[in-house]
């Protein structure tokens, strides 16, 4: 089973937008192999519009060229990934990439470049052409490049095999899947001609869905057809949507498990949005990071770091390798909130082993605040409590309670 | 003023779908002039895909090519327009619709077609190119060919501009606009940008707004930027539909007057459907066409034929000669119904010059019924009345009331 | 035919609320008797709560006692209507007023009072108890009194019947029924129950259904069933209330006949909310009150003065008896705006008689704007044209247009 | 903590309607406390309608006399409960139930009876009166009884305060709140105020919270303010019924916990409808009878026997007394879905001491079904597997699969 737990790793689109280049790439995935991949990290993707030779920033481009090979598939563009030349493609940098010990990713748009049906060009494999795949009528709402296809003609099911071919020839292991996620219903039927393609196509290939909010009502379709999918739209490093995660991380947290994930999007740590401005940094503060990461693993969620990893700073290095944080997300299940009202939300989360269960606390205000649980809201007494982001273990001695400040997070394994 | 009595003319779709050809327009403008002018009827409109070379019926063909200039203007496909050869375009065939004492219309999509945009195709008459007025996500829910525009950039001014030159020197009297009346609020100002670029091209051009229902809280933007608008989706030849119109034309009776028109469609009467098959003849009953022509005419509804008239017979000729019956779209006004119920609807229009009033009768119902008006509900006391189908004309004794056949209608001239 | 056109009259609520007493009615029906009824002024309607003791202003008491009969009818409290004692009822007051060649009219509401049911008090003239007519799920979103009846019983039928009895008795010509015209679905059948029994009651009385909005899709079942209905919510002295007639009149207007009124609701003119405050006085200004009597009598809305007319001022009384703005009311069909902006609005109306027709013009901004209509968009050229506001008439030559101060009115008869 | 497991129990409804006796509630707590007392089942519950004297089956009333003391308190109708005579209310009941070693509940409406706001009745131990807490405008849809009170006045708490005052006096142990649950937003205040009173009389009482569907979004306010609440409308013996609770529980099932418990309604088990016939029996199969229990349980519902428990047959007897199976209302947490598909349901649960999981499988289809989870799927690799309805245990090789017959379930201990 692909996603027995939770993917990890980096993803281009927080620190380089449209504009990421295989010099970007391979630095972050030799720092990963480095200082991480012993923690568990280990996907490396490369986001959006690697085949547009003039993306400069976080922007798309309308009627832009892409570059395309004679059957319609999109290829990345030299200029931007120089060991694609000579029709390669991703090939040399996914045999880099695993050479490390790492797994490579890219995104994709669902459908075909607009080009390549108004070209008529053939699909390869096929006696079919691209026109014939093509659904002149299904656009993305903020990208201007593709044609979602017709899912009930044998050409789109051609097309989406013809592209999971070459995936598959390139070594890709993972396969984000843009403009999809939250169309339902009319890219239900494309959810499973993609998905079918690329379960198709001789490799193991992790497919992730996006954007979100994926509607909660298809919860089942989506853990059948794909291992995660986003469950909200773009999340950025502000307050306001961290708070909104913990209702739809409740919402979904009875769907998580092995090889399917609900996904609450990239971490916007370290250092960001550099393809605008090098000096960037996350907005959030340190609280709000250890808030996020603590949510994110009693949860479940995917992990997909999204600064610009080689400038991390210590600090960051260390929030993001917490063996013990990051252990809930493989030794726990059945995470959900004891309660979450406008101050304070509480997770419990028992490790699968038996040995104790997990139980975080998260301060939704902006001042310093006791949260407790007691023994008769824990159902238990546990002997001991450990926190795991300092390490400080006490004997249990009828509730469990802490000081937590503004926007802030503890967590504990009480056994 | 254009438009200053409701528009009545002959338009292709009905009988020939998308295929329509210059020889079924030639023949039909001679007949119009021959047998129909001297009542009122005027305009010869040439219906959708005029410029794609294979269209054969109904149906739209995507990713076809399109015939267009080198400015991205489409222009008449040869092979079906033989005069347009040599870059005349509509000129010729014009000039023979004028010579016969009648005026020449043509239907067009909002936007550019999509290649105009993709190929970056310069915009007669400005610097810009189509790509910069063309929004690759304002497509028609129903055809494949265009991309409607960015009004708000001066180069879609620039193309709607480019485009009307064109028609005023083909001599284009009248544009049905497409895919443009019920698309509200977002072709708002592609409404207003089309329609400024038709006042300001040199030659009088009656807009018509295409495909309906448009909305009835836009009353007054339509009145003001078109001179008419569909207000239902397409209208053919089945009761169901021809029932539902007395709802929406009594919604709508009050906003018809001078240079604005709420449009119920096309009469679907006679030899229709010819392109798919030569022995179509409408499904209406004889009854069902009279309460559809007194309806429109009493309503105050543009006229526009929809049936290849070489082929009418004479019942059919005479129901679209009726001159009693046609005055009441140019004599009449404030036409509204004195009620409708499930079984009957009465409508009253007074004469502008004050000389009676037009009363009919529609009988809903699928048996015959008596339709009666008493002289209380008519707070009037007529000394005779005139039924307009068969001439009759009796004194008034404290009602009018007829036995009307199923489906069928009366209309009286009171006075 | 009852209500041919419009009612016209008094009605008690804008200047005495819920606290009208027998002595204001007489004073104003005198009133009305001497100054206005040779205009068409003709009803006096004692509206809300007067069979409540208590009442003293506009406010509704819960669980106060109301006056009943035996049969659990209300009856007018005593201390307030003294003609009522003895068992009288409203019967010396109607006499009085019929005395002065004017007509009576109650308000009432739907239902029976709620303690008629909790006592299970006989239905006069049947078998059955109040409990067995009320529904104990009915209530008023607004008022504490009344249950609503189970209409589908004959209980229900029963005691509408007995209630419409006594006000024949009483000499009722007009009966205002509450909480009834925007409660459709579920009040549809009671609607017709109550309509039935005044048809059945032995004498001639208009109904008249509140409160508004009654729903536009209900007409042709609000034109069999009543004789006026309320448009909107109530309506009172305030430019936006004012403003937005426009579009209400606008969509009734086609449902204006004889026996059948869409109502704008009383006049708040002169001396209002008498019951709190004895100074006060209508807060529109006179251009205001124009334009609101021009409307009203253009749309052809029934016409109920809401003040205390004893304190009319030369200039109201005036505005109340211009006879060629009232003879709208009665000489008038088929009135519609010609076009209403945000800026302006024009009414046309053509007369019944064919002798021209009248042209009304509204300014509906804050500043003194020029109003014009041309001959092009009148579809005529009348002679003359008379200002029926100030009686000046002008020969007419190609337009007719005016200075309009702000939130002002013109109206004219053209012929 | 009070409720700090789901509570177990009878109530009268499901068998009695609103017309139960006190002889129909001794029979059954004798029959309780002597069979299944010690498998955990606590709670005595009288029903809806016990102030009435004249209820007969599961109708209400409209304007029939409910008994009541001097203060408006509603007090058990005599005729149905003689111990109550001479002022007693419930207290000889009470001492009944609690000498049998079991806990006694009773039924309210929210508000007061609508006579004794209209009859202006004092509020016990108040300067209130009754009219001065209802709100006329507050009623039930579905009962004809009682006005809901205005919660901001203080007159609102004392009546709430003066009934629960009474319920304590009785020896009330649980409190089953009427017309409340699903009445979100306008309730909100209500159920606090109701609550507080709970908590302030002096004794403990559980409250539970009627009818459902309560909002989902209202999860914590419900947790803070209740005990229980239910999750649907009135459940019965009805397969799509059943169906539809897998969905309910899935969404609730986060939010189950100690004092708080989301609850799927009474368990229409046994001799059902005996009012109105009494040869009723429950109309599910056993293995839907399975089902249910199995689903309640896991997914820790409250558990309330619907059925006249003294014609149990063995086989109910032994489904309501299975020891393990109920084992999981008190020893396990967390439970939740990994999947529910249109034809099956696999549910899990922790065991809260670390010892094992709970496994549920069900059939959701009409044909019987082989159900089968992998231990990729569990994420854990048990040793051994118990069948909780049979009583067999297996030793773990790699997955747990079952034929289950249709409608039916199975569930394991795995550890």
């Known amino acids: 089973m692909i996603a027995q737990t939770p993917p990890m790793g980096w993803n281009s689109w927080d620190c380089y937008g449209a504009a990421v280049t295989e010099e970007n790439v391979r630095r972050n995935a030799a720092y990963m192999a480095e200082h991480m991949k012993d923690c568990g990290w280990e996907y ?17 481009q309308p009627f832009s060229a892409l570059d395309m090979d004679a059957w319609g598939r999109l290829i990345p563009a030299v200029n931007r990934f120089p060991s694609a030349a000579g029709g390669k493609g991703f090939r040399p940098l996914a045999d880099y990439i695993h050479s490390l010990g790492l797994k490579f990713g890219i995104h994709i748009m ?10 008529h060009l053939p699909i390869e494999g096929s006696s079919y052409g691209c026109h014939e795949a093509a659904d002149p009528n299904s656009i993305c709402a903020w990208n201007p490049d593709m044609y979602g296809l017709k899912c009930e003609e044998p050409a789109a099911k051609a097309y989406y095999e013809s592209i ?13 899947c843009d403009d999809i996620a939250r169309e339902y219903p009319h890219c239900r039927k494309e959810i499973e001609v993609i998905s079918q393609a690329r379960l198709d196509c001789g490799r193991d290939i992790v ?7 994926a509607p909660l009502e298809q919860a089942e379709h989506l853990k059948k057809w794909s291992n995660l999918w986003r469950i909200t739209d773009d999340f950025w490093d502000s307050w306001p949507l961290l708070l909104n995660m913990f209702e739809r991380l409740e919402k979904w947290c009875v769907h998580a498990g092995p090889g399917h994930w609900p996904d609450a999007d990239m971490l916007p740590l370290g250092a960001l949005r550099q393809c605008d401005s090098p000096e960037e940094w996350t907005h959030f503060t340190r609280d709000e990071q250890r808030t996020m990461m603590t949510l994110w693993c009693i ?18 290095l260390k929030l993001l390798t917490n063996r013990d944080v990051l252990a809930m997300e493989t030794e726990s299940w059945c ?17 699968k082993d038996g040995a104790g269960f997990y139980l ?5 205000t902006g001042q310093s605040r006791t949260v407790r649980v007691s023994e ?5 007494c546990p002997a001991t409590v450990k926190d795991l982001w300092n390490g400080a273990e006490t004997a249990f001695d009828g509730s469990v309670f802490a000081e937590i400040p503004a926007h802030g997070a503890a967590v504990y394994l009480c056994k």
């Open 335 to 351: 995470a959900h909130p004891l309660w979450t009202t406008e101050e304070e939300s509480v997770w419990l989360a028992p490790r």
């Open 376 to 380: 008769k809201e824990l159902e238990h």
């Open 44 to 60: 490396i993707v490369v986001d959006i519009q690697w085949s547009s030779a003039t993306a400069v920033n976080h922007q798309y």
């Open 360 to 364: 975080a606390f998260f301060n939704l």
């Open 164 to 176: 999971f071919r070459l995936y598959a020839e390139w070594g890709v292991d993972y396969v984000k």
């Open 110 to 119: 669902r459908g075909m470049p607009r080009e390549a049906a108004h070209r």
């Open 299 to 316: 949860a479940r969620s995917p992990l997909m770091m999204g600064g610009e990893m080689t400038k991390n700073d210590d600090w960051t």
């Open 207 to 213: 497919l992730s869905l996006s954007p979100g909010p």
